[in-house]
């Protein structure tokens, strides 16, 4: 989603800015610019639809110099993605804008603004906030005065970075819902969305709290809280070195995460061994936590929720604790009842998703015991917010679909279940069991990855269709939600998944031989249940694609594909599954031939709701 970077130096930063674009290129945007303030106190602009790469040659082609400028990539939320609507936004040749987030308030602004004469060049909510502060410059404010001013008068979320050609070193920020970080440098300072935009020019950082507005120059820095008092906020040295990111020899990032998977599980899953108790992987005061909750409530979105879906089950039956699962952005603006001594936990592969954020926010105050977040992003926003923190070890994520960081939230999500079960219904036999399938889980995913050349040849199936149909029972059926959502997102085919025991009650009306129905088949007690629905829809005429156990007795014929699965421990059959509904909709989308990295009007962090 938006990305924002800028520079406040004694030497020359276009380069700078632009490298910490491509940094956070891999969140999705549509639209990226820059803006320099040049030595001669003029404002120079790049912006344009399309890639990062596309600004480097604009200013390839016609240079602008600068020691002081921010730079933007954009996701549109208002106004096409278009060069007019990219940032930065600039007011009368002075002030010059960036923005992530959305100015709710922005229609009665810019009636505001029209009136006082201000013109508008853009569709965008954020043209309203560089008028604003121009229109608080010309009154005589400082920078700083003008921007503490202006965001003031602003409803909703944001990060802001600014420059004014009048006050050449300075760079003013804002954020309130937004992330954004300082980076320290030695007569240097640098702002961004993200740490990882900067990682090139620095390790020292300081996170900016809500409501906080700053102004960076070469040489200083001063933070001021949301009623203008000045702050020291903490600096955090970020040492480990970043990951070199590359495709390693994969087509695509997608293929390439699909496969680390085998490590990244095994990574995740080490922890347990490194830590002398399995509650020390939650975090300082998680054995306090756990021997007191009486039930869990998770809270996430998009492939994050369907983790939660899937833990739920693992909660229930293994850990026997009541467990409630719902998308952050419903949880957060819901009257609720929760259960006394509850504990809510949060999962985000960023720990930047702006509703699941919110809903931690909106869930202080005494309705939880506390909160514990499972993320694969350390010093992210969830983090840093939350009491207890389960890092999942799937290293840095490209591919907007998620792919290992669903599945490492998993055996985080599996290692609490065990953590919370060994104090209530769980066995010492049953979490010997578990541990031993923990320990498996790798093989059982290699394994699967071996099955891409048969997963490959019948994706060719997908290809000429408009919709497919996912079903599972059980635990199995987020994991069939998984497989609908991933090919949706990157095939474009649009996809449902029901409980199969649903069939009959709406879904049996669209099945025909142009519905391939795509089936997880457990091997437990619901198997024969499972056979009779799928029954159902081949006397119908509909295609089916069945994931079964080997042993479970599914044979290929006739308008049925069987592929059988590794016989793995029942408990980590939803992961293993994963892995292959992760390479059928990879094939799908390959032979379809979209951006299967960057699937259209997607973003990897979405910072907005
Ligand atoms: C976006 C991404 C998804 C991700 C979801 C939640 O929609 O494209 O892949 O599952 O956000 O993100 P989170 O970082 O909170 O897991």
Same mark, same amino acid.
């Given at each position: 989603m938006c990305g924002i970077v800028a520079a406040a130096a004694r030497r020359e930063v276009s380069e700078i800015l632009l490298e910490g674009l491509r940094r956070l290129e891999y969140r999705g945007y549509d639209s990226a610019g820059m803006a320099l303030i040049d030595n001669e106190h003029n404002l120079q602009l790049h912006k344009q639809q399309g890639k990062v790469c596309e600004l480097e040659k604009a200013q390839k082609l016609h240079p602008h110099l600068g020691c002081t400028g921010i730079a933007h990539t954009r996701w549109a939320? !208002? =106004? %096409? $993605? +278009?060069g007019a609507n990219a940032h930065p936004h600039i007011s009368g040749q002075r002030v010059a804008l960036v923005h992530n987030g959305i100015i709710e308030n922005h229609a009665a602004l810019r009636e505001e603004l029209l009136a006082s004469g201000y013109e508008f060049s853009s569709a965008t909510d954020t043209e309203v906030v560089v008028h604003l502060l121009h229109q608080a410059l010309d009154g005589g404010k400082t920078l700083l005065v003008a921007l503490q001013e202006t965001v003031r008068r602003l409803e909703g979320a944001y990060a802001i970075a600014a420059v004014d050609v009048e006050h050449p070193d300075q760079v003013v920020a804002a954020r309130k819902g937004s992330p954004l970080v300082i980076g320290v440098g030695i007569g240097e300072n640098f702002l961004a969305s993200d740490q990882l935009a900067l990682r090139q020019v620095t390790d020292r950082f300081i996170f900016l709290e809500e409501g906080d507005v700053v102004e960076i120059t070469p040489s200083s820095m001063q933070i001021y809280d949301e009623s203008g008092v000045p702050v020291e906020r903490k600096r955090t040295l970020i040492s480990e070195a970043v990951e070199v990111v590359d495709l390693g020899g994969f087509d695509h990032y997608m293929l390439k995460e699909i496969h680390e998977q085998p490590r990244a599980l095994a990574a995740t899953y080490a922890q347990a061994a490194t !830590? $002398? !108790?399995? *509650? *020390?992987c939650f975090g300082a005061g998680a054995a306090r936590v756990f021997d007191r909750v009486k039930a869990i409530q998770i809270v996430a979105c998009g492939t994050s929720f369907h983790a939660g879906m899937v833990a739920r089950y693992w909660l229930e039956e293994l850990a026997g604790i009541p467990c409630q699962v719902e998308v952050a952005s419903e949880f957060r603006y819901r009257k609720r009842v929760t259960h006394a001594d509850s504990l809510l936990v949060t999962i985000s592969? +960023? =720990? %930047?998703t702006a509703d699941t954020l919110a809903a931690l926010r909106n869930a202080a105050g005494g309705e939880f015991i506390a909160s514990l977040v499972v993320s694969n992003v350390a010093n992210s926003s969830l983090v840093r917010e939350s009491d207890l923190v389960f890092l999942t070890k799937a290293g840095m994520e490209i591919g907007v679909a998620s792919t290992k960081a669903f599945t490492t939230q998993l055996v985080g999500l599996l290692m609490l279940t065990l953590a919370l079960g060994r104090r209530r219904a769980m066995s010492e036999e049953k979490q010997q069991e578990v541990v031993a399938a923990l320990q498996s889980l790798p093989d059982y995913v290699q394994q699967t990855l071996e099955l891409n050349s048969v997963i490959e040849e019948l994706s060719g199936a997908f290809i000429p269709k408009h919709h497919a149909l996912f079903l599972g029972r059980g635990i199995e059926y987020p994991i069939a939600m998984e497989g609908a959502l991933k090919l949706k997102e990157i095939s474009y085919i649009h996809a449902e998944a029901y409980p199969a025991g649903e069939l009959k009650h709406g879904p049996l009306a669209l099945v025909d031989d142009d519905m391939p129905v795509v089936a997880v088949a457990p091997s437990d007690d619901l198997l024969e249940k499972l056979k009779s629905n799928l029954e159902e829809v081949r006397s119908r005429g509909g295609e089916l694609f069945v994931f079964a156990d080997q042993q479970a007795g599914f044979v290929s014929e006739p308008r049925v594909k069987v592929f059988p699965m590794p016989h793995c421990p029942e408990v980590i059959k939803p992961i293993v599954y994963t892995v292959a509904l992760q390479l059928l909709s990879y094939h799908v989308a390959l032979q379809k031939g979209t951006d299967v990295d960057k699937p259209r009007n997607l973003a990897k962090s979405v910072t907005v709701e």
């Open positions: 939320t !208002h =106004g %096409e $993605p +278009s !830590h $002398p !108790h399995i *509650d *020390d592969q +960023s =720990g %930047e």
